[in-house]
């Protein structure tokens, strides 16, 4: 289906599921507690307020990932290649932010947290980014809807 078919609307009127919401919102929620383990260095931080954090950023992001699964009609190539770049990117900063917490000695549960709020930044960001420029793509036709 083209933009201009009668059944489907352009990109920029069609509506989509709170994709970009809940990935952004589950980065807010990594920075807040990686800010909060941060504030501790070099002390041992309480991990109660940044597990729970790092528990509901996992929540809303793995309900972005179902979500974003379900979309039928999307620019699936163009967030294929915009998410590849973005996380490439990201990867690489969320390794330098590691290598900075190992460097300043933190090491155990601490560090396990702190781990996983960056998968979860690393993750987030290409999905917002590349679901945003996704959205506002035409749909390729389907092979024999030319």
């Known amino acids: 289906m083209t933009a201009g078919a009668p059944d489907e609307a352009p990109p920029h009127e069609r509506r989509f599921p709170p994709i970009a919401g809940l990935a952004t919102g589950a980065l807010a929620l990594v920075v807040v507690g990686g ?45 294929t290649t915009v998410f590849r770049w973005a996380l490439l990117a990201y990867v690489v900063s969320a390794a330098m932010i590691e290598f900075a917490f190992v460097h300043d000695h933190t090491r155990g549960r601490s560090l396990v947290v702190v781990t996983l709020m960056l998968v979860v930044f690393a993750l987030s960001v290409p999905t917002t980014i590349a679901f945003t420029v996704a959205r506002y793509r035409d749909v390729a036709p389907r092979v024999g809807e030319l």
């Open 35 to 79: 800010i909060l383990l941060a504030s501790y260095a070099p002390r041992p931080a309480p991990l109660a307020v940044a597990t729970a954090l790092l528990v509901v950023a996992l929540i809303a992001l793995a309900s972005a990932a179902v979500l974003l699964a379900r979309l039928r009609e999307f620019a699936w190539t163009t967030f």
